[in-house]
């Protein structure tokens, strides 16, 4: 596995205050128990506090910043043998239990949960293979209940802003709520609730227009890219590999990054 500084060949150097730019030949989740880190990648700056963590695709360009007395850990996985539902930088929600898992990973008493094990419980893989994306819930009131009727009706066409004046809150503190309670802005948060709900009417082998449509995307190629970027394959694809029929005309073929394990850092 590879280090690689990005437009240059020297050795990355990583510091108790963060590193510079470089990418990883593997997948990498990094995530910090204590304090908290800032990673900066194309996508934008992702910070980190438990139970936060954030998905690297293998190849992603990102730098960090560490606060004082942050503690960084990085779990890293093998793009061959592991297939990342993400095709860019992720951020998830750890549960308890996978919390405790990776800890104990650090301390040599992970043993009992192989790469495998752990690399499913950390993508939302189910047993057969289908990714849900990880969707950690709001908990305050107002955006708890803006996420309880996305979840009835992923179609809802509501802006933050719209959401806001009907619950008679701040449009920015309805957006603060939701990256603040689940790691990911209003709108992708919606997003994944669409691409979820998307997941099973694939599956009954309803047509991706129509799905597009259910789940509330405004174009059918709108819908098309945003499963490829967060499934790594269109939905034609998807539905292909999961047995089910097909589900409209030919679409392009996204490349599907692919799986590796270490734990190094950065």
């Given at each position: 596995?590879?280090?690689?500084?990005?437009?240059?060949?020297?050795?990355?150097?990583?510091?108790?205050?963060?590193?510079?730019?470089?990418?990883?030949?593997?997948?990498?989740l990094?995530?910090?128990?204590?304090?908290?880190?800032?990673?900066?990648?194309?996508?934008?700056?992702?910070?980190?506090?438990?139970?936060?963590?954030?998905?690297?695709?293998?190849?992603?360009?990102?730098?960090?910043?560490?606060?004082?007395?942050?503690?960084?850990?990085?779990?890293?996985?093998?793009?061959?043998?592991?297939?990342?539902?993400?095709t860019?930088?992720?951020?998830?929600?750890?549960?308890?239990?996978a919390l405790?898992?990776?800890?104990?990973?650090?301390?040599?008493?992970?043993?009992?949960?192989?790469?495998?094990?752990?690399?499913?419980?950390?993508?939302?893989?189910?047993?057969?293979?289908?990714a849900?994306?990880?969707?950690?819930?709001?908990?305050?009131?107002?955006?708890?209940?803006?996420?309880?009727?996305?979840l009835?009706?992923?179609?809802d066409?509501?802006?933050?802003?719209?959401?806001?004046?009907?619950?008679?809150?701040?449009?920015?503190?309805?957006r603060?709520?939701?990256?603040?309670?689940?790691?990911?802005?209003?709108?992708?948060?919606?997003?994944?609730?669409?691409?979820?709900?998307?997941?099973?009417?694939?599956?009954?082998?309803?047509?991706?227009?129509?799905?597009?449509?259910?789940?509330?995307?405004?174009?059918?190629?709108?819908?098309?890219?945003?499963?490829?970027?967060?499934?790594?394959?269109?939905?034609?694809?998807?539905?292909?590999?999961?047995?089910?029929?097909?589900?409209?005309?030919?679409?392009?073929?996204?490349?599907?990054?692919?799986?590796?394990?270490s734990?190094?850092?950065?």
């Amino acid at each position: 596995m590879t280090d690689r500084a990005a437009g240059a060949t020297d050795e990355i150097v990583i510091t108790a205050t963060g590193h510079a730019t470089h990418w990883h030949d593997y997948h990498q989740l990094l995530y910090a128990p204590l304090g908290r880190i800032t990673v900066t990648t194309p996508d934008g700056e992702h910070e980190l506090t438990s139970p936060q963590a954030l998905w690297l695709p293998a190849g992603t360009p990102h730098s960090a910043a560490f606060d004082s007395g942050s503690l960084v850990l990085t779990e890293s996985f093998d793009p061959v043998r592991h297939r990342l539902p993400y095709t860019r930088a992720t951020t998830i929600r750890l549960d308890e239990t996978a919390l405790r898992h990776l800890l104990a990973r650090t301390r040599g008493g992970g043993a009992e949960v192989d790469d495998a094990a752990m690399f499913a419980a950390l993508t939302c893989v189910g047993p057969h293979g289908d990714a849900r994306l990880p969707l950690p819930r709001p908990t305050s009131e107002a955006a708890r209940a803006v996420a309880g009727t996305l979840l009835r009706r992923p179609d809802d066409q509501r802006t933050a802003t719209e959401w806001a004046e009907s619950l008679y809150v701040s449009a920015t503190s309805l957006r603060r709520a939701f990256r603040a309670e689940t790691g990911l802005a209003f709108s992708e948060w919606r997003t994944r609730v669409r691409l979820n709900h998307s997941l099973a009417l694939l599956s009954r082998g309803h047509q991706v227009g129509a799905v597009a449509a259910k789940v509330g995307f405004t174009s059918t190629n709108g819908y098309i890219l945003a499963f490829r970027r967060h499934f790594g394959r269109t939905p034609g694809v998807w539905t292909k590999e999961h047995g089910g029929r097909p589900s409209g005309p030919p679409e392009p073929v996204g490349s599907v990054p692919s799986a590796r394990k270490s734990a190094t850092g950065g």
